[in-house]
Structures are given as structure tokens and as C-alpha cells.
Nanobody, 120 residues
Framework: QVQLVESGGGLVQAGGSLRLSCAAS????????MGWYRRAPGKQRELVAG???????NYADSVKGRFTISRDNAKNTVYLQMNSLKPEDTAAYYC??????????????WGKGTLVTVSS
């Protein structure tokens, strides 16, 4: 079985920083794209940032210049460094990854989420 486990969420004041981590574990053959999504109260889930296995990145316009996504392929881990946080960044953040399991095929996996709260 494959699972994604996020960590690093919490409460921070506006202007502060947090670093989220997401580690994939289990019977993994390879991991393709990885990314972070978020869902704010009363809003739809949105893509925050994505990164390919080769390291190409993309960001939502609302976080460009403030957030940085990175990954460590040896550790099967993706990170999201969040700086200059704003109250509107408050949301549950979810890790997503396209994973090929050993003896299987590629499919999407999701973490259970970690809550980020930014106070004004």
C-alpha cells in the first residue's frame, strides 16, 4: 500500500512562514508529478503548486513569489515553503502525487491534509 503523510501545518501570524512536508511511503516503484492543493472554508479545492520529477514547477498566481515547492526524490518527499503568509492562505493543504506502485500502475494518491491558519 502507498500513503502520503503531510506535516508542518499550524497557526502563524500574517507575514510569517511555514514549511509543509509530504512523505510518500509503501510499495513505491516511482513517483511522477507531485503537488500541493488547498481548500479554504467555503471554497473549492485549488492547485497551489506542482512539481515534476525533473523539477519543473508551476504555481497558482496567488502564491507566486511567496511559496516555493521542492522535492527530494531519494526521500520520496515534497515540500512547500510558504513565506509572507496572508490570512487568505488559511486552508487545509493536501499533498497529491502520481505514483506507480511496485507491480502496479500509476494512479493519484492524496494525503489527509494539514491545516494552515494565518491570523491577521
Amino acid at each position: 500500500q502507498v500513503q502520503l503523510v503531510e506535516s508542518g501545518g499550524g497557526l502563524v501570524q500574517a507575514g510569517g512562514s511555514l514549511r509543509l512536508s509530504c512523505a510518500a511511503s509503501g510499495s513505491i516503484f516511482s513517483i511522477n508529478a507531485m503537488g500541493w492543493y488547498r481548500r479554504a472554508p467555503g471554497k473549492q479545492r485549488e492547485l497551489v503548486a506542482g512539481i515534476t520529477r525533473a523539477g519543473r514547477t508551476n504555481y497558482a498566481d496567488s502564491v507566486k513569489g511567496r511559496f516555493t515547492i521542492s522535492r527530494d526524490n531519494a526521500k520520496n518527499t515534497v515540500y512547500l515553503q510558504m513565506n509572507s503568509l496572508k490570512p487568505e492562505d488559511t486552508a487545509a493543504y493536501y499533498c497529491n502525487a502520481d505514483i506507480v506502485a511496485r507491480g502496479g500502475y500509476g494512479m493519484d494518491y492524496w494525503g489527509k491534509g494539514t491545516l494552515v491558519t494565518v491570523s491577521s
